[in-house]
C-alpha cells in the first residue's frame, strides 16, 4: 500500500478561482481529515468524514467544502480563492471515526494563490 | 479557547544529552494528547499518545492533568531525533484535532 495519496502535488490558482483537492485513504481507512498548514505553523483541522458523513468541522469559512466517495476517497473545495488560502494542505486516513485513532497523513497538496 | 502551546520553535541539544520538548494545553475536560513526528522530507507521522503508556525510539511523554501538560522526554538524543516534533489534542465528543505550532529538535554530533 502505497499510504495515503493526494493529488495534485502542486497547485497555483489566481484570486477569485476555485479548487480541488483529491485523496485516497489508506485501503481499509473509513475516515477522512483535512488540514491546512500555513507556512511556519501546525496543521488547522478542517474537516473530518467518516462513512462518508462530516463529523467535524474546525473554523473555516463556508467557501471550504468536502465530501467523500463511497470508496472513502474524499475532495477539498476551496471557492473564491483568498491569498490567505495558500498553504499545504494534508489528508490522513484513519481505520475508523473513533477518537484517539491514530491518523496516517499524506504528503500533502501545495497550493499558491496569486 | 482551546489551545496547544509549544514555547519552543527551536531547540537544539548535543548527542547524548536528555531532550524535553514542552507541550501545553488548555482544555478543562480530558482531552486525547499526541505527538507527531515529521522527519526531512518524509510524512507527519504518530510518535507515541498519551492513552498507550508505551516508550517510541526512546521517547516518553506523561500526561500532567494539574499543569495541563504533556511534555515529550528522551534521556539520551540521538542525531536520527532531528525533527520537527508537533503535539496534538483530540477533544472527546467532537472529532476535532488541535495541533501546536511545532518544535525542530537539532541534534548536534
Known amino acids: 500500500d502505497a499510504g495515503v495519496t493526494q493529488s495534485p502535488t502542486h497547485l497555483i490558482k489566481t484570486r477569485g478561482q476555485h479548487v480541488t483537492l483529491r485523496c485516497s485513504p489508506i485501503?481499509?481507512?473509513?475516515?477522512v481529515s483535512w488540514y491546512q498548514q500555513v507556512l511556519g505553523q501546525g496543521p488547522q483541522f478542517i474537516f473530518q468524514y467518516y462513512e462518508k458523513e462530516e463529523r467535524g468541522r474546525g473554523n473555516f469559512p463556508d467557501r471550504f467544502s468536502a465530501r467523500q466517495f463511497p470508496n472513502y476517497s474524499s475532495e477539498l473545495n476551496v471557492n473564491a480563492l483568498l491569498l490567505g488560502d495558500s498553504a499545504l494542505y494534508l489528508c490522513a486516513s484513519s481505520p475508523m471515526g473513533v477518537l484517539g485513532n491514530e491518523q496516517f497523513f499524506g504528503p500533502g497538496t501545495r497550493l499558491t494563490v496569486l | 479557547a482551546q489551545r496547544v502551546t509549544q514555547p519552543e520553535k527551536l531547540l537544539s541539544v548535543f548527542k547524548g544529552a536528555p531532550v524535553e520538548l514542552k507541550c501545553n494545553y488548555s482544555y478543562s475536560g480530558s482531552p486525547e494528547l499526541f505527538w507527531y513526528v515529521q522527519y526531512s522530507r518524509q510524512r507527519l507521522q504518530l510518535l507515541l499518545r498519551?492513552?498507550s503508556r508505551e516508550s517510541i525510539k526512546g521517547f516518553t511523554a506523561d500526561l500532567n492533568k494539574g499543569e495541563t501538560s504533556f511534555h515529550l522526554k528522551k534521556p539520551f538524543a540521538q542525531e536520527e531525533d532531528s525533527a520537527m516534533y508537533y503535539c496534538?489534542?483530540?477533544?472527546?465528543?467532537?472529532?476535532?484535532?488541535?495541533f501546536g505550532t511545532g518544535t525542530r529538535l537539532k541534534v548536534l554530533a
Open positions: 496534538a489534542l483530540c477533544w472527546p465528543g467532537t472529532y476535532k484535532y488541535i
Open positions: 498519551h492513552i
Open positions: 485501503s481499509g481507512h473509513k475516515s
